[in-house]
């Protein structure tokens, strides 16, 4: 068989690993709970076949001769390159070189195989020479296949340097070759070298995305193609915080590189897994045991770029476990192979490693060289996340001796961090992404708590307000504004049809009988197609990226809400919790106050233990354990605003779980007494949604009480995907229907029973609804907030009767109010960063202005209660604040056997909550009629009353 330039495809090796960043910050740091961080400049682990080469094909196997046979000999270096045998491959090409009979297209071969064999023993300046004798004869001849191998071993050089921008460009004038010759498999083969490319950017979303097209593209995968999706696929979910989607890639590539005899991709799987187990589950001994092992097959086929890299990762274990020396021992190894290879990839980063540790060794002179060293260097070579890391040390090292100093480097390094997670698109990607970043240490605590200790009360404030902001605010406007009007068309279809096939798996998860196999087949069909949506998700953010880093440019200051925003009678609270102290900020319009609070582990554990004890209607003495979280959070710092005060919440972490209401005031009083509370996600998002105009729309449409299996009636509201099936009726939300009808009338309609299905919620004309209530059960999942949702009727097989928060998102409202009276509808997803990801927030994002929603489990009867009263104040004109409040204190005005708040604290309002809601007033019930209905339902509240203190359930 003749080799040409299209058949022969030279195997390369990949030896540039991909570097980790941070870790433990100084001697005051324990041991890391979580690790050395993650944006790595990832040299990323040996892809089987890079740029200059495809899939070796079935002839390239044997062991052929040189003597005498170019083609043959051809072959067997290419066998050897496939096998990290580089200087084996080397001799025989050198020889080959001088063969007089080579034609010009095997000549070419030879030079890139050459390129090949130099670049992966990193004598970059000898491949580059190779590489522009090959573009010299390439370009006469005319061989666009050959350009684009060329240009991409261009890109392996430059990365391999450092230059993860130029790597780019060449990349990309690869795949414009690449699209001129029309051969799918040398474009596949292009962008699965733009995905290693872009692991050097920390550009997250581009890795995932290019991995696929690769595989999409490739017309006949192969082993070595699918070796190479699952290293760069595991990479991109690593990075996005999805620890089992990477460890299943790492497993799986680790055993098909062994079943291969594959060493460069055993090494690399090897070091990801013990990446793996150090980052996520912080099993030191276990990472080391990986770490050692890769660095010792590294060697053994030597490849020092991969070598370095697992140095540099079991380095960060070591300092971050009290071993400094050790650790120092094996970034000064680290460093020594970069400076032998001419490489500055990982430079950077181990340089501000050392800087780490040298500092917690006391040896300040020269950790300050190592730690400028790091920024200048990550400058230089656009290594993005050690950009921010080596700033926030900086800013750390300069706090007592220079503090001015300092104040600049912080305010780089969030800029910097800011900047790196920019995408509007990828909600649930980016919550894992800038959680990650964030788990080593918090830039925003460190520099809060800087700006506190000089007294910079407003600036503590702004930055925050940065540290809650950026993600909620950034995607609410660009959903509202942006988004919504520039999706391409075809990528909402795709959304929409992989949507429709999620919500027809989960509607025959509902259905029984089924067998064990069969539900297993189902879920994990449901989890292909949700990966599929977040590939989608991708794909959009890398075709058009101007509309992915559409951004709300403001953030509001507190000079600002206290002049544009807050009126006469509201004061904005405000709370960040910090790992060495937290603090609270009262925006008054005609002033700012701060007190300083305990550490976060602190005030964690006494919200944990008030939430038990207000979560209880059987627990006695309330107001006696709400006393030391008031305390903490600094209850008695409200003294000085007056009563009926409009307090609008800003809660940080754990405080979102908690009902501010049934706080107490230095008289032993609840909150709900004395003031007006409503919450937003952060004080930049409330302004937002304070200037939005007023809803025009005035109509009522409540949805609930849906289809169910005829089953023992349910006195609570929550369920989890694995009991869709098992739903019980509600037996209080029909009357709390017929009392919403009754509030207002002929402007109110209900879609409940068969009629409460998502199709007749999407066909409602939602953009006429000014008030939207759903009683109903509610969903939350923990660890997948998309899959949350409102149970609805089902009706299969295309609806599942389960309205979920990516669902929520497509929803078009302009709705003043929201309500979503079903179970812990408030609450979600906790991480770094980012605040509660929860089905409120995706309200937020359909157009709603406020919140309704609960925070824990209520029972069926006090919720139909409480909506009432609640829709009655609002009927009569009351704002939504003050309508929520009456409604609280309705409940502490009764039966003492209801005034626990268990009964009452749990539903919270978010958002523009200081204004009425218009709503056609039609007529209503006589006053008799209201009155038997309130009278039944107080009979069936007191039973419930009585039975929950028989057996109290603690939640």
Not at 284 to 300: G, H, M, N, S
Not at 663 to 670: A, C, M, T
Request: with cysteine.
């Amino acid at each position: 068989m003749p080799v040409t330039s299209a058949t022969l495809m030279t195997q390369t090796t990949e030896a540039m690993p991909r570097a980790r960043t941070f870790g433990a910050m100084d001697a005051r740091i324990r041991p890391n709970p979580s690790g050395s961080a993650f944006v790595r400049a990832r040299v990323a682990a040996a892809a089987l076949v890079m740029a200059v080469g495809l899939a070796r094909p079935p002839w390239l196997s044997g062991s052929a001769t040189v003597q005498g046979d170019p083609q043959a000999a051809l072959a067997r270096a290419a066998e050897l390159l496939a096998k990290s045998d580089y200087e084996g491959a080397k001799q025989v090409l050198l020889i080959l070189e001088k063969a007089p009979d080579l034609s010009d297209l095997e000549r070419v071969a030879v030079y890139r195989h050459l390129a090949t064999a130099d670049m992966q023993t990193a004598q970059y300046d000898a491949a580059l020479r190779w590489v522009d004798v090959a573009e010299r004869l390439a370009r006469r001849l005319g061989a666009a296949d050959e350009m684009s191998r060329i240009e991409a071993a261009r890109g392996f050089v430059w990365r391999a340097r450092g230059h993860p921008l130029q790597a780019v460009q060449h990349n990309r004038n690869s795949l414009e070759w690449a699209e001129r010759v029309g051969d799918r498999a040398l474009v596949a083969q292009v962008y699965a070298n733009l995905s290693l490319a872009y692991q050097d950017l920390g550009d997250w979303s581009r890795v995932l995305d290019y991995a696929e097209r690769a595989l999409e593209a490739n017309p006949q995968p192969d082993e070595t193609v699918r070796l190479r999706y699952l290293r760069q696929t595991g990479i991109g979910y690593f990075e996005f915080g999805d620890r089992d989607a990477a460890e299943q890639r790492f497993l799986a590539l680790l055993a098909l590189a062994r079943r291969r005899g594959d060493r460069q991709n055993e090494c690399v799987a090897t070091g990801e897994l013990a990446l793996v187990y150090w980052e996520f589950d912080r099993d030191a001994e276990k990472a080391l045991r990986y770490y050692d092992a890769a660095i010792a097959l590294a060697r053994r086929i030597h490849v020092q770029g991969l070598e370095a890299n697992w140095l540099l990762d079991s380095g960060n274990v070591l300092r971050d476990t009290d071993r400094p020396d050790a650790a120092l021992r094996r970034y000064h190894q680290a460093l020594e192979l970069e400076r032998r290879a001419g490489s500055h990839r990982l430079t950077s980063n181990l340089s501000k490693n050392v800087g780490q540790v040298l500092v917690r060794l006391g040896r300040r002179d020269e950790a300050e060289a190592f730690l400028l060293r790091a920024a200048d260097d990550s400058d230089r070579y656009t290594i993005g996340a050690v950009r921010w890391q080596s700033r926030m040390e900086l800013g750390r090292f300069y706090t007592a001796a220079d503090p001015a100093r300092a104040d600049r480097y912080f305010t780089e390094s969030l800029d910097l961090l800011e900047g790196q997670h920019a995408n509007v698109l990828l909600e649930n990607f980016r919550v894992g992404a800038i959680s990650r970043s964030l788990l080593v240490y918090d830039p925003y605590d460190v520099y809060v708590a800087f700006l506190l200790d000089r007294g910079e009360t407003g600036r503590a404030f702004a930055v925050a307000e940065r540290a809650r902001a950026r993600v909620f605010l950034d995607t609410l406007a660009a959903a509202r504004e942006q988004i919504a009007t520039t999706v391409p068309t075809e990528y909402l279809q795709q959304e929409n049809e992989t949507l429709q096939r999620i919500s027809m798996a989960q509607s025959e998860l509902s259905r029984e009988p089924l067998d064990a196999a069969k539900r297993l087949a189902i879920t994990l069909a449901v989890e292909r197609d949700e990966e599929q949506l977040a590939k989608l998700r991708v794909r959009l953010t890398t075709d058009h990226p101007a509309l992915a880093a559409a951004r709300y440019p403001r953030l509001w200051t507190a000079r600002e809400l206290q002049t544009q925003v807050l009126q006469r009678g509201e004061a904005l609270v405000s709370f960040f919790l910090g790992r060495d102290g937290s603090a609270g900020w009262i925006v008054r319009p005609d002033g700012v106050d701060v007190v300083r609070l305990p550490p976060r582990v602190r005030i964690e554990q006494a919200v944990r233990d008030y939430l038990r004890v207000l979560q209880n209607p059987a627990a006695s003495d309330v107001r006696r354990a709400g006393r030391e979280v008031s305390w903490m959070l600094g209850a008695a710092m409200l003294k000085q605003i007056p009563a009926d005060t409009r307090l609008i919440i800003i809660p940080h972490g754990l405080l979102h779980y908690l009902p501010f209401e049934a706080l107490l005031d230095e008289d032993g009083r609840y909150l709900v007494e004395r003031y007006v509370l409503s919450y937003a996600p952060s004080a930049s998002s409330y302004a937002y949604l304070r200037q939005l105009p007023p809803a025009s729309a005035d109509r009522v449409l409540a949805v609930g009480n849906p289809m169910t299996r005829e089953a023992p009636r349910a006195a609570e509201r929550r369920l989890d995907l694995q009991g869709m099936g098992l739903l019980k009726p509600l037996p209080f939300s029909e009357a709390e229907m017929r009392q919403i009808q009754a509030i207002f009338g002929r402007s109110s309609q209900t879609l409940e029973r068969a009629a409460a299905t998502e199709l007749a919620l999407q066909q409602a004309s939602l953009a006429e609804v000014g008030i939207l209530h759903f009683a109903t059960h509610g969903l939350i999942d923990e660890s997948r907030p998309e899959r949350s949702g409102l149970a609805l009727t089902a009706a299969p097989p295309d609806q599942d009767g389960l309205l979920q928060m990516r669902e929520i998102y497509r929803l078009k409202l302009r709705a003043a109010l929201v309500t979503l009276s079903a179970c812990e509808t408030a609450l979600g997803k906790q991480v770094n960063g980012e605040g509660i990801v929860g089905l409120a927030r995706a309200f937020f994002y359909a157009g709603a202005n406020a919140v309704v929603a609960s925070l824990w489990n209520i029972n069926d009867a006090s919720t139909a209660e409480w909506m009432t009263r609640f829709y009655e104040r609002i009927r009569d004109g009351e704002p939504i604040d003050r309508a929520a409040r009456d409604a609280k204190l309705a409940f502490l005005q009764r039966d003492s056997r209801i005034q626990h708040p268990f009964y009452w604290a749990a539903f919270v309002v978010t958002g523009q909550a200081a204004v009425p809601v218009r709503v056609n007033r039609g007529p209503n019930l006589t006053p008799a009629a209201l009155a038997i209905t309130l009278a039944a339902l107080t009979v069936v509240v007191g039973y419930y009353v009585a039975r929950a203190r028989r057996r109290p359930s603690i939640l």
